[in-house]
């Protein structure tokens, strides 16, 4: 399995030529990579400029999508839509959406829609607080369970799960995740979708690490994580730092 590094642009950058011109910069590296399969989910107006010049090791993807494909949906992006644009995968339930309203009801509609229109999901889930009953691992469990709830087997071969701790994420972090919690958390993840689908189908679907992911922090989550890869967000929209971690990736066995 080759390691992916998604680039999560966000509300970035603010105009397409430097939009092109970073993705430039990271094919390039990406071009040259054998065990690193690399993805950029710009804001849904570069979607189609970036997918013009995508490739088999340096794919496209939407950051989000609404599950009906027409309609009175002000401000929405249907799957066929994002489909047409050119993008092959579509982030799903990121702790920023889940907090301006999506829910796993709405995140399970989001993914049925975009297996439909043959998008490959990457499916972020994330806890926003610990507690020491281990109640947190119920929530991470019921926003698998539900959120992938009667999606056939035959169709978890196309999603990718991105876990991200919420209360490690950004300034106002918590505290530091570690690539031995990652690991622990990866286990039950597995776990959760072998009981989902089967164990041989759980085994094949990468589970990626993505909460404040740096080019300093990446080597720890790829080894003694054992991380498929790696969801990054704020140095994804460094040529450098970005292409720093695929060259980690690469290195990594």
């Known amino acids: 399995m080759k390691k992916l590094l998604i680039g999560n642009w966000k509300l970035n950058p603010t105009d397409e030529a430097t939009a092109k011109k970073l993705f430039s910069g990271i094919k ?15 804001p849904s107006v570069y979607v189609s400029a970036l997918a ?18 027409k309609g009175a949906f002000t401000g929405q992006v249907s799957a066929p839509m994002i489909k047409r644009l050119g993008a092959d995968y579509v982030i799903v339930g990121h702790s920023e959406m889940r907090a301006q309203g999506d829910t796993n009801e709405t995140i399970n ?3 049925k829609k975009a297996f439909e229109y043959r998008l490959q999901v990457i499916l972020c889930i994330g806890e926003s607080e610990r507690d020491h009953d281990g109640h947190y691992l119920e ?18 071969r196309n999603l990718i799960v991105a876990y991200e ?5 950004g300034a106002k972090a918590k505290a530091a995740s570690t690539p031995q919690d990652f690991l622990e958390k990866s286990i039950f993840i597995r776990k959760v979708l072998s009981h989902i689908a089967d164990k041989d189908t759980a085994m094949k679907i990468p589970v990626l690490y993505g909460g404040s992911v ?11 994580g054992k991380a498929d890869g790696l969801l990054v967000g704020r140095a994804s929209l460094s040529k450098d730092s970005f292409n720093e971690m695929l060259g980690i990736a690469e290195r990594v066995k």
């Open 28 to 42: 390039t590296k990406a071009s040259r990579l054998r065990k690193v399969k690399t993805i950029i989910c710009p």
């Open 52 to 69: 013009k010049g995508a490739t088999s090791k340096c794919a496209v993807g939407a950051q989000d999508l609404f599950w009906e494909v």
């Open 109 to 111: 509609k989001k993914i």
């Open 139 to 156: 929530f991470l469990q019921n926003e698998l369970k539900e959120g992938l709830y009667k999606i056939p087997k035959k169709l978890l």
């Open 165 to 169: 701790p919420i209360w490690a994420i």
């Open 214 to 224: 740096n080019e300093k922090n990446a080597e720890g989550f790829l080894t003694e």
